[in-house]
């Protein structure tokens, strides 16, 4: 049987390990193989201790964020990371780099994918990656997109917890207990040298998360104790055989 | 171990057959205990037929509906239904009333409740079945409520498919297979004698939502396709161990 | 051939005036009945210059409000207004007095319906006026309420223009041109001489709204000017025969 | 007198006959000339049964699309149909494409426009096409644009229903009586070999709506039976004489 | 000068500690009187751990719970605490409990409310003590009640923080920083013996607030450090003289 | 101490005048600089009455809405106005003309910025501007755009009011009293000569938005009376000190 996959699409190199670590260790451990997929490396917006450093260049922050991102993919057990090095402030992709995701996509065949808020007024490169994960998500269906390939089927796509989530309209449907690889999503997070200010702001909504998954899997009465947690929202409807 | 249950709360007699006589007759085929409770028979709002008949009183269409709901939960292996009698156009429930579905619900312990969408200008009944679903489901989990008693977990409520869903601002977000039930369903329905007018309506509702699952579980790349699909949209977050 | 007819549901007893009186002047003159009804007369909530008098009462405070509409109803030409007294802030209708409504609401058989926005949380009243309007006009719908009356159809109901629209959720899908009866609008809005501050403000938003419904006929493309209009929100669909 | 005329602006070439073919046979019939603009031929995307086949590339899909599309145009007596042939997935236009559809605007001077749902997560071809509609109108709108044109007024854009309407968030305020002229839509609807596990699928959704035509012109107290209908959302108020 | 003044309407008695105890404590010190209205002791819905224990009583459970909360009305310098024991799951308020907060409004003549959010599907008791304080302002800014009487002006209603913000569509538009106050909220926080596992979630949340404090309020780029912070959404405009 | 500083992202060059022409006045006459960009001088599209003349242009119409800009600019005492000149109807923007807008961003140092709602199906290029100020905030935040630039902070973006709020969906929090400078707002509508039907128009926005500001801050019981105001929309929370 093939093996289980999942594809993230991160806007800038940093954004998968605070907002779905958790979710890709734990897959990684479920044997899943998870690609992630860094558009930018963040170098020019989210990069501000390094930029005030003297003698910073553009290509010294890249690599930078680039052995940051690695290292936290490597504590995270990523599969396979890609960086595609598109630019940040603003995030724009022109057809062929499109295209590139395009293949990525098929190449991987996720069952799942994992992208941003569709509404971010702090961070229009967030919004606007998850617009282009929808597009690419389509044209990876299309029979007529280099025909002889295999064609995507319909995986869902979570929109992983944006900072700020009310302003983002953002509304989590699932939550999912991280506790087994906490350990791995701390490490990966460590890795974030340059936004050591959020370390524990992160440590901190996953552990409220916990709180949430207790809750809504029995509360008071039974629910299932969780010690860290992430949520997500799905843009599609799920499919099955039981409720 | 304990048995599984569900628990359905229909504003009027008929509303669980159309609207979730898929996942009822399913799930009991799981090996679920299902139980429903009509609020009301739906007497004098959803009888018309009967009504235009001479010699008619609101007891003689009472005991006919029943009577069709009964023959109906047979249809679909319901394991319990209740009827509370409560009056319908407009239903309304005091203290007792609300009292009577909280002991249901900490007797039935479901694992997940069924009930209307939470907005209907066509239909205030509904809403209002709802809203009182809600309400008991917390007074349920309250360790103060007739102490002793074993309080309810966290369980989720579907809000079963309305009709003309978009006026409803209703959206499934689950859709499940009932292909395997669907004899027993069509039965079902076909025991709604004064709503012959609707047969064909919600079976052709059940095909294309069967197409929707088909879609969302892969379209033209393996999607598994089902026959026969019903839509529910959750109100709380689900919690899990994989996504 | 039967009359046309319309019914108003106006929360307080000047309401009609401000939000509607143009489209009661208007299908009064296309031949239409009329019918208002007053569920209070503002007299707590709506009547602060006549509490602000000396040895004022309740009883004169209704006398006077009162007054005031029959003579806006008169300029209007409505032609049937009725008087619930049910009071105002709040404003709660039992089981009797909604049958009261229901009894209108039958006699009338109105081809459309208005009442108040759907959410305004600086007025609870005029929320809870719609409320119960869509409640009864459901429960004159059922074959089973005072079985032998001549049951309801579906009439649409529009919301009219609540103060300070933005608030309100209300988002106006027609405009209504009531220039052929502006002057009748305008004298039954001096005759509420307790909110004098409010005549030219509502003359404003009739000037404002007819530049909208030029703006929405043609605008600056042979648009159809209108110097007076009116904006209602529909609750129900439209069943037409042609776009 | 000037003729009335039409125009739909569909993504891809089939898109107007599944969710519109009623409404353009219609007002065929009632003297109305309607124009269809197709941007692309769904080569690539909506055309999978043909990309089956062996030896099939780009230009014999499109041929293939084109016939299909031409031949439903005739059953439905379209007036005049023009293909853009910009591509799909993802369609894009360039300036020159949009003043390609603002030159038919203006040629046409639309009495009401048609095109897809503001939102769609399966298909953002669809939801760019509307994008380009609102944008190309408001052009079109505009005396500096080729100035000595006839400018445009302001059309009602009518969103035509999509495919799993409550997850586009499209919520239809028109249902449109389209029995009268049924064979011709079916007949369209039979031109589209290539997706002929639609055929009773949308000839269900005209089946259903009927349904809502009914409920919504008088439901079981006169409401006028309709066979089968189609539903639309307004984008713009409307502007009237009378409610 | 008149003091200034706020009032607090707090569906059970704990809740106002959690969720605007640092806006409490901060504004007593602003010189601010605050009065607390607790509607009920959540003495059946939210006093589980009491409930846990042998022989105990509804009574019992009261007084305990009212003891928490004075004790953490004393830790925030609260002006005045009011209980209601209006009783929980449900709380109910029929005409004379909204009299009796009309009377306190009125005497407190509060320059601005603070309240629970407007949905909540977990706790219909939460969204029931908004409404009813939405309804109890309106009364109170009616010259006809209780004729003589103060009128209340139009205070801003601030909706505090939920427990799982977006499940309740709670968006908050103003942090507050309770920094300066924060050691008088945890000592209240410690108060509620029998929710200590909330007493660091809350903890968690004021810190995480405090982060959207500082990027709201200039970011990496001079933004003013908060370490605690509560959030709010307000329901009506502001008035100001400069942006 | 550093002087204040506003900044207005104006689609067309008359955008400014009607929608924040008081908010501009008040700053500036309270020791503000405020800053205008006009991206375009609305000369294809908002130009009509121009065009109708013969012999006209477009250089003649951009001088011509140029002229009156400036006109208006100075009755407000703007402290500075920018034309973009980048094409109106459609407005379109590279990347040379965002980093344009960044370096004025960045020169201004705005304590908050205003531009058009976030929704408008009428003009596609009034939210155009408003994506595209969202978007050049955030690269004017970025530490690695143009190093050694000070970066911004994070000022609030306020959406002005548009033509027909509720169709754009906007909905003001603020109300502001622009009383003080009404004189100044009148006269530089009165600079707009091609647009003399909305001089009446934007007058009565004004009195009735004063109506809202007096209602809003006491209504009947001591609320200030304003005699004109503007209202605004805030995209970002706020962050205070004192509710």
């Known amino acids: 049987m093939t093996k289980k996959t999942a594809l993230v699409v991160s806007a800038h190199s940093a954004d998968f ?42 290509e010294k922050v890249k690599a930078e964020r680039r052995k940051e991102a690695e290292n936290a993919a490597r504590a995270l057990d990523v599969h396979d990371i890609r960086f595609f090095d598109l630019g940040d402030y603003p995030l724009e992709m022109d057809r062929a780099a499109k295209d590139q995701l395009i293949d990525v996509i098929r190449a991987v065949q996720p069952d799942f994918m994992l992208s941003h808020s ?41 929109l992983f917890e944006p900072h700020q989530t ?17 350990e791995k999503k701390r490490a990966a997070i460590e890795c974030m040298l340059g936004q050591e200010h959020l370390w524990e702001y992160y440590t901190r909504v996953a552990e409220n998360r916990a709180n949430h998954f207790t809750r809504n899997s029995g509360g008071q009465s039974g629910g299932r104790a969780a010690k860290y947690a992430e949520g997500f929202q799905s843009v599609f409807p799920r499919t099955v055989d039981q409720l």
Request: glycine share 8%.
């Open 17 to 58: 390990v605070w907002r779905c670590g958790g979710a890709i260790a734990l897959h990684q451990q479920l044997e899943y193989d998870v690609t992630v997929v860094c558009l930018s490396y963040g170098e020019r917006g989210e990069s501000a201790k390094l930029w005030k450093k003297p003698e910073m260049t553009l």
């Open 166 to 182: 009310e302003q983002m309209n953002w509304k989590p449907d699932v939550f999912l207990d991280i506790t087994p690889v906490w």
């Open 118 to 158: 569709q509404y971010d007024p702090y961070n229009t490169d967030h919004m606007y990656a998850t617009s282009v994960a929808l597009e690419c998500r389509m044209i990876a269906q299309a029979w007529g997109h280099n025909p002889g390939e295999k064609v995507l089927g319909a995986p869902q796509l979570y």
